[in-house]
């Protein structure tokens, strides 16, 4: 079946740096990958959509200058939270769509910013 | 814009017993999709069940099954036989337009039920 992997699992950062959550489909290519983020026992909350080679599109309410996308290619997308503080602390998720009717879902990263 | 409701928070059920979760969506749309998630402990988001809204007959997965309402605009998930191996948190979700593109393929989550099978 459609894997999508997440790296890193669990990332650990100082208040005021940047880190990086890589999303990749294994052994399929994505038109589409989405970003969401989970705080504890609640709902997945869609942060942004991303195609392939353009600009991601953010929901109301999500900095783009903070959650920044990149989607370089059809198998990898990109999440970087800059100048992360500790309200940033979540998990955060990313699904990879590659057109049919399934999201496939990637394990989760959980970001804690001390 | 669409919302998607589960008005159970938590549930239990005893081992080998059948239990029922539902969910209630609004939408204005015609053609649209219904999906039932799975998210275990390991918070692994897992695809349980999923039911195009132009299909009158109910999806079955093995031991899940959906009764779909569509005049109600009702969803529930009926799980039989439960296994210790379904304490999850189980969520709703909706979707449009899958046949136009990425960036109208949402999904929108319900609140979800945290299901608890106890042997």
């Known amino acids: 079946g459609a894997v999508v992997s997440q790296h890193p699992s669990w990332v650990i950062c100082k208040s005021g740096t940047s880190v990086k959550i890589e999303c990749r489909s294994l052994?399929?290519?994505?038109?589409?990958m989405f970003w969401y983020r989970q705080f504890p026992k609640q709902s997945l909350m869609l942060m942004a959509t991303s195609n392939e080679g353009s600009k991601a599109t953010y929901e109301q309410g999500v900095e783009k200058d903070k959650f920044l996308i990149n989607h370089a290619s059809l198998t990898l997308s990109t999440l970087t939270v800059t100048s992360a503080h500790p309200e940033d602390s979540s998990f955060y998720i990313c699904?990879?769509?590659?057109?049919?009717?399934?999201?496939?879902f990637g394990p989760g990263t959980r970001l804690t910013v001390t | 814009a669409q919302t998607v409701t589960q008005s159970q928070p938590e549930m239990s059920v005893q081992e080998a017993e059948t239990v029922t979760l539902s969910c209630t969506y609004d939408?204005?749309?015609?053609?649209?999709?219904l999906f039932w998630y799975k998210q275990p402990p390991s918070r692994q988001m897992i695809l349980v069940i999923r039911?195009?809204?132009?299909?009158?007959q109910n999806a079955t997965e093995n031991r899940f099954s959906v009764n779909f309402q569509k005049a109600a605009k009702s969803f529930s998930l009926k799980i039989s036989d439960s296994q210790l191996g379904d304490t999850a948190m189980y969520f709703c979700a909706f979707s449009t337009d899958l046949n136009s593109g990425g960036s109208n393929y949402k999904l929108t989550f319900g609140k979800g039920t945290l299901l608890t099978v106890n042997p």
């Open positions: 699904s990879a769509w590659e057109g049919s009717y399934e999201q496939y």
């Open positions: 039911q195009e809204a132009y299909k009158q």
């Open positions: 052994d399929f290519q994505a038109t589409t």
């Open positions: 939408t204005s749309e015609s053609n649209y999709y």
